[in-house]
């Protein structure tokens, strides 16, 4: 009885560490990541998803601008070393038929410049019903994933219908969802059968655990006495086959695919954008974030060198919008798209042609508090940075990075 | 207190031999075969579990996904994490009971636990279809080590040939089933294996291009000669590596606790 349940103990002891080894899903980490990596990373601009519901098959394009900031954190790995456009959904619930970064296909790693514009464009084929989060993202090495914003995407249909297939350079046209696979299960299988003839044929001498175990303890030195001639035989046999299969399988795979060639890796450079000089300049005076009431305050100097009064229209930092109503309409897209419609209160602003002057910016929202953006005081490097949409006159958009230290208001010093 | 060493009267000695001696050789049998019953199964999950642990933990990647076994890295990080298992259990199943399954029994275990998890893991649970995420097969490097075990009777000869072999053959054991995965396509006009293609269309998050240790080394140089190249040297690391693991296997048969379970 005792063993019986030993027995079971291991059993479900392997059960649970066979069912550890679960490739890593993703799932809406963009909160987890710190608040100023988020602020100091990428920004994402203008981020379009073509369709928020399609069937199996369908395609779905991801596309608009992303720029690496100029305050991208010291203490991590650069997006100027090493960096990777890609797309964070649970499993390969879509397939990608294309990625494009300025039109430079994204198959290898790249590096991206800090400050400069980057278009993409992302082609998806929907290959399993459900309704997925879907994320731009870019990995870096040594940094991890820069996660960007995320839209609900609703797939419907029958999986089994999934196509997805290639044609080689050899003119083959190929089922990816299950090519190769059928040789893999033969040989897999002939190979098994092998190591079980082998372990089988032992087994035969049952019982082999005790009596061995004694004969070998008393032969001591002369144990190889327990190997009879047949075993020997045995052992040549295997041996033989093993060494042909080896060989003959080696030959029939040179003979059916001689052509060949090893995987492919490497980096590819992608040009930036050109961007057009932007009359609007700002100075970062004073971030103060204020927690009680979940309001940041910027305090900022803003140049305009332009022909035209400008007005901030938006704030943008780690991936949440916040919209002045006054100037822009945006609104969500759906329950989880972290746009604020109208939480961004300007004060000093519209900037005259050729003036200087200070603005403040209150963007307020409860926004700062459900991503988690307010843990970025327990940050040992308090430095912010987000984008500012400014807009002419002439309904013209111009696009200033800023950033500086980030003072925190706990609401017990009157200021 | 020891009751066996306690005095009995004669008579009582007399009748309790005479009662072992004609019940003992097929009760004896039994007993043998139940222990059998009980310890083979054990062994058997016991493999499953360490053999997969210890190989997720150093080989992982490359074993997984189809895309990352290349002619560099793969074909001598298998070989190396592959053979501790073999080596020690290899030398305590020769050592204890003349039984040469410590590398093939292994192996097999292995071979059955990774394709349970691929199946379950990956292709079930998170969606990969199998031809990408198959296991590699590694009985026959097994098998080669056992029946050299076997022929030479020698932990030397296994080590200098099967150790060798075991290194050496573990890219052309693989190739076909692989081959068909490194025929070139075309896609945006860059080239790709079909390997590379669907690891770039089945999208992984977490495991960027990047990510992936292949074809990395001077040795690239060589061009065409990198498979070769890396098998003989893999090979010849090999022999000391099982080498290494017999020895591991020989001191723990002489750790004073399992004598004691023993
Ligand atoms: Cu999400």
């Known amino acids: 009885m005792r063993t019986l349940k030993t027995l079971l103990v291991v059993w479900l002891g392997l059960t649970a560490l066979l069912l550890s080894h679960v490739p890593a899903a993703f799932a809406h980490g963009e909160r987890a990541q710190m608040p100023q990596l988020r602020m100091r990373a990428v920004h994402w601009i203008d981020v379009q998803v073509s369709t928020a519901k399609l069937g199996v098959n369908d395609i779905v394009k991801i596309s608009g601008k992303f720029m690496p900031s100029e305050y991208w954190p010291h203490h991590v790995n650069s997006i100027e070393d090493t960096a990777y456009l890609n797309i964070g959904v649970p499993g390969p619930s879509f397939v990608r038929l294309d990625s494009r970064v300025n039109g430079v296909p994204m198959i290898r790693s790249t590096s991206f410049r800090r400050g400069e514009l980057y278009d993409f464009e992302i082609v998806l084929k929907a290959r399993r019903p459900g309704r997925y989060h879907v994320h731009t993202v870019i990995n870096v090495e040594g940094t991890g994933p820069i996660i960007g914003p995320g839209t609900w995407v609703e797939v419907t249909g029958d999986p089994a219908a999934f196509e997805n297939t290639a044609t080689t350079l050899l003119g083959q046209t190929i089922d990816l969802e299950n090519y190769g696979f059928g040789n893999v299960k033969w040989w897999s299988a002939l190979w098994f059968a092998m190591g079980l003839a082998w372990f089988v044929y032992w087994l035969t001498k049952c019982p082999i655990a005790i009596p061995r175990f004694k004969r070998a303890s008393e032969l001591g030195p002369d144990a190889d006495q327990m190997i009879t001639p047949m075993d020997r035989r045995m052992g040549g046999i295997f041996l033989a086959l093993t060494l042909t299969l080896i060989a003959g399988g080696y030959v029939y795979a040179q003979e059916k695919w001689p052509i060949t060639t090893p995987l492919q890796t490497g980096k590819i450079d992608v040009p930036p954008l050109e961007q057009p000089t932007s009359p609007v300049s700002v100075r970062l005076i004073e971030a103060r974030y204020r927690i009680p009431g979940r309001s940041f305050r910027l305090e900022l100097e803003v140049s305009n060198k332009g022909d035209s009064p400008v007005n901030v229209g938006e704030f943008a930092a780690g991936n949440l919008r916040f919209i002045n109503a006054r100037i822009l309409n945006v609104q969500p897209r759906d329950e989880h798209d972290l746009v604020a419609p109208d939480a961004l209160r300007v004060e000093g602003a519209p900037v005259a042609p050729g003036e200087t002057r200070r603005v403040v910016l209150y963007a307020d929202d409860a926004m700062w508090e459900t991503e988690r953006m307010t843990t970025m005081i327990a940050s040992p490097d308090a430095v912010v940075a987000g984008l500012l949409f400014f807009f002419d006159g002439r309904g013209r958009r111009y696009m200033v990075e800023f950033g500086g230290p980030m003072i925190p208001d706990f609401g017990m010093v009157k200021t | ?262």
Not at chain 2, 20 to 42: F, M, N
Not at chain 2, 51 to 80: C, E, I, K, N, Q
Not at chain 2, 205 to 229: C, D, K, M, N
């Open chain 2, 1 to 262: 207190m020891k009751v066996d060493k306690m005095p009995l009267p004669p008579a009582q000695t007399e009748l309790r031999a005479t009662e072992v001696g004609l019940t003992s050789a097929a009760e004896q049998h039994r007993a043998y075969v139940q222990a059998d019953l009980l310890i083979i199964p054990l062994i058997v999950m016991l493999f499953m579990g360490i053999f997969s642990f210890h190989f997720a933990l150093l080989v992982g990647d490359w074993d997984y996904w189809v895309d990352w076994r290349d002619r560099r890295w793969w074909p001598l990080v298998t070989p190396l994490a592959l053979t501790v298992l073999p080596g020690v259990f290899g030398y305590l199943l020769w050592e204890k009971l003349r039984l040469p399954l410590g590398a093939s029994l292994t192996i097999l275990c292995l071979t059955l636990a990774a394709w349970i998890s691929r199946y379950l893991n990956f292709h079930l649970f998170a969606d990969f279809p199998m031809n990408f995420v198959w296991p590699s097969t590694y009985i026959g490097l097994g098998l080669i080590i056992d029946c050299l075990l076997l022929l030479t009777r020698s932990f030397f000869w296994t080590g200098l040939f099967g150790g060798f072999a075991f290194g050496l053959l573990v890219y052309p054991l693989n190739w076909p089933l692989l081959a068909p995965f490194q025929v070139p396509v075309e896609l945006h006009g860059t080239m790709l294996t079909v390997a590379d293609l669907m690891g770039y269309e089945y999208i992984r998050t977490a495991i960027p291009e990047y990510v992936r240790i292949i074809e990395e080394s001077t040795l690239r140089t060589f061009g065409e000669a990198v498979t070769p190249l890396t098998a003989v040297f893999a090979g010849f690391l090999n022999i000391m590596n099982y080498w290494f693991w017999l020895w591991i296997g020989y001191l723990g048969s002489k750790a004073i606790w399992i004598r004691k379970i023993v």
